[in-house]
């Protein structure tokens, strides 16, 4: 998810906010709600991709062996999006092992299907779709602090590139003058 720059200045204040709770003025609070829907307006959409995706990996599932390489593809990019491949998408990989990719394929789907049986009969869910746990949220400069800041030694000044053999090209020489046509050649009337 990328966030445009109006939306970061949106959200850095929403985080202050968050570190010093004080009274918003109501533009403040429309921001901070318009941001939320988009946020939300994103989840769904990634929610329909995710269901397109799986709709169009069983549509190629049906289509085989003429659909070979898309379904590879399509499965690939499913499983790299958390799918947990089906006992169909094992059958369709062990009919097709005979191609590399086909069974390097197989070999991961049952890797991934083992653990996630394992996992459900250990009472546990598990979804590759989860989030990797976070890391620990800082505080912002200018936000809570609480104890004092330590004195920072000054930062090294920064080394100049070291120069390379071959000089910088003039302007000119990347981007040469234009050139003037040539004006036609004048026919002389005969006199």
Known sequence: MAFSADELRV???ALAL??????LPDEDVQDCLRLAGSV????GEAGRLRAFLLADLV???????????GYLELLQDALAAGYDPRPEDLAALRALRGGPVAAA???RCQ????????ARLAGRSVS???PAPRSRLLALPGGRAAEPEKPKAPAAPARPAAPSDRPAPKPSEVFPPRRRPAPPPQERAAG
């Open 128 to 130: 590759a779709t989860t």
């Open 11 to 13: 959200l850095r204040r």
């Open 111 to 118: 890797v991934i299907a083992e653990r996630s049986v394992r």
């Open 59 to 69: 549509r190629y599932r049906n289509a085989l062996p003429g659909s070979l390489t």
């Open 105 to 107: 394929l197989l070999e």
């Open 18 to 23: 968050a570190l010093h709770p004080a009274p």
């Open 40 to 43: 939300d307006e994103t989840v």
